[in-house]
């Protein structure tokens, strides 16, 4: 019997040969696990990726996909994200490249771009990372209000009905003080993540499809991309009780995603018309901005890009975090 694959691609192969540069890409390490290492050099955390024969070691995490359930296989996760999209994706790259700049959009190409673009919303680390942050901040929350109305003795009984055994003052004392604090942390299985995963594809896809799409041709200057591409946010002018940061439905969110290295996505809730543009430089650098802030470990460029240096230089997080006060 086959054994299960054990390298998971949450980016696709396929996907980032299209931001190849004379066959090469540049990979930027920003996350923190790479400045916990103070022996790390700046130029240590730029690393050259060479040909489509390199990509197969970058955008991969082992036993990513590997729901550690019987019947199930990280290889039948990766047929399924195939399916999304991956599969058709050097046809739609082609066919995007043959649409003269001004003209419309069509279904033909939108629709397969909202199923591939929902697809690279919930299959990297940053969703994962996302989901059981929002989870277990709320589970602390519950929690934490539920133990601050026991006394000592109230937490001795409740532990007693719970594991059958008994548990001193002090012990209790230490145990509510670690609930109400939320000095804890919580582990999830792989089979948690990917379950919330598969059930939003659906909602994704139909979202982006009810969005304005344009799409943007650069002729000189080059896209980036990053560890989790597809990139929204409601812009900081506009958030408030209304508008949270990263409220995907509401009226002035913006989504970024590069396509390849000249062509990126722009979905919003503005009625306009849904065609191909001439990317401008202004629009190059919003994106690329946007692509590397919002990104959880990596930065992936066609060539080495001076402004992207400073991710190597200091440790600059992704900048939104779910959080209850």
Known sequence: MKKPTVRSHYLPQTYLKHFL????????????KFFNDSSLAPDERILLVKGEEGLKNVGVENNFYNPDLDG????????????????????????IRELPIGSDIP??????????MASMRIRTPLFKKELEEM?????????????????????????????????????????K??????KYKLTYPNAYFIKHALCLVEEHVNIFQQMTITIGKS????????????????????????????????????????????LAVHLCWRKEKQEVKAASRKFVNIT???????????????????ELEKFTKEYIPYPFRFAIS
């Open 288 to 306: 690329n901005y946007n692509l590397s802030h919002n990104s959880l470990d990596y930065i992936f460029a066609p060539m080495k890009i001076g």
């Open 219 to 262: 002729t000189n200057r080059l896209f980036v991309t990053n560890d989790s591409p597809l990139v929204y946010f409601v812009p900081p002018q506009y958030v408030n009780f209304y508008n949270p940061p990263k409220g995907l439905v509401t009226s002035h969110c913006e989504v970024f995603f590069p396509l390849a290295k000249d």
């Open 107 to 116: 279904s033909s190409i939108k629709d397969p771009l909202c199923l591939l």
């Open 72 to 95: 199930i296989s990280s290889d039948d996760l990766e047929e399924i994200f195939q399916e999304l999209g991956e599969n058709d994706y050097d046809a739609a790259i082609a066919a």
């Open 21 to 32: 540069h004379e066959g090469e890409l540049f990979m930027y390490k920003k996350g923190e």
């Open 135 to 175: 989870d277990t901040q709320m589970r602390q929350h519950l929690m934490a209000l539920n133990y601050e109305r026991m006394n000592v003795e109230d937490v001795q009984r409740h532990v007693k009905e719970a594991v059958g055994h008994d548990i001193s003052l002090e012990f209790a004392k230490k145990l």
């Open 177 to 182: 003080n670690s609930f109400v604090d939320k």
